[in-house]
């Protein structure tokens, strides 16, 4: 088995010191960052992403799975940079204005790191304004916002709006998601994608990203 289809392997069990000590065996191989990250780390995440949408894996599994992603990534970061390797995009993400909930925020942000995107998190409690002036400053072309209480979700409508109103308007796209939200509340607020799920949310981000 290649080192990075070991790398893989381990990141889907989620033996985080075995990922970063392949990590740096692979560096040692001479095997490039882009190779690293795109056919050990993010080949692993994927398939993470694609059984716990399945229902094959659960929530601690996908979270054991991204820390591991995350140690592989402690290496190999500073490499990325230098070997101007670029994220496949910006995503703004947090937990709208009013909700405090942010177990499937984090969740969805991780599968979006572990597909390529650079995660800015702006939390929980986040008002309208904060995800658009964290677009413009960032240069983030999606604005990702989650709610799990009926009385929050419609202040997805609020994002929706300031974005519109904004200098972004046309520049940057929104995806909603979170327990109450439903593709057809996608559609009446105008955003523009839904995802139920957070390695959905990783499919949709490549799609509008894209
Ligand atoms: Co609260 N809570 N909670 N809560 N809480 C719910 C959501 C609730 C359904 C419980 C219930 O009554 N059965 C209910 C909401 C009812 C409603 O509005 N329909 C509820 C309530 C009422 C409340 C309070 C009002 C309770 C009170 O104080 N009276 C209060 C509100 C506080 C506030 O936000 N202002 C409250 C507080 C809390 C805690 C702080 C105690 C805690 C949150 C801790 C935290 O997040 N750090 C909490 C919790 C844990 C829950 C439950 C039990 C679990 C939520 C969770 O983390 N699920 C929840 C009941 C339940 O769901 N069984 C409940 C796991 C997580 C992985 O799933 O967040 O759905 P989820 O994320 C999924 C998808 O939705 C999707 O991907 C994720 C992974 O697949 N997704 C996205 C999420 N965001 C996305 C964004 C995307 C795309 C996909 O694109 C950007």
Redesign the pocket.
């Known amino acids: 088995m290649s080192v990075l289809d070991e790398m893989s392997e381990n990141l889907i069990k989620g033996k985080a010191n075995d990922v970063k000590a392949l990590v740096q065996k692979a560096l040692d191989e001479g095997q490039a960052p882009a190779d690293i990250l795109n056919k050990g780390l993010l080949a692993g995440m994927s398939v993470v992403g694609a059984r716990f949408k399945k229902n094959e894996v659960y929530?601690p599994e996908v979270l054991i799975a991204a820390r591991a992603m995350k140690a592989g990534m402690e290496v190999l970061k500073p490499l990325l940079a230098s070997a101007g390797v670029e994220p496949v995009g910006k995503v703004v993400?947090g937990t709208v204005k009013?909700?405090?909930?942010?177990?499937?925020?984090n969740?969805?942000g991780m599968m979006l790191e572990g597909a390529g995107f650079q995660v800015i998190d702006v939390g929980i409690d986040a008002d309208a304004q904060k995800f658009v002036d964290q677009a413009r400053e960032t240069g983030a072309t999606l604005i990702?916002?989650?709610a799990?209480?009926?009385?929050?979700m419609t202040n997805m409508k609020e994002v929706v709006e300031t974005l519109k109103k904004s200098d972004l308007a046309g520049k940057v796209k929104i995806?909603?998601?979170?327990?109450?939200v439903t593709q057809a509340f996608c559609e009446e607020i105008g955003a523009d994608g839904y995802?139920?799920?957070?390695a959905s949310?990783a499919d949709k981000a490549k799609e509008l990203a894209g």
């Open positions: 929530v993400l009013g909700d405090l909930h942010d177990i499937g925020k969740l969805v990702g916002a989650s799990l209480l009926t009385t929050t995806m909603i998601g979170g327990a109450p995802a139920p799920d957070a949310a």
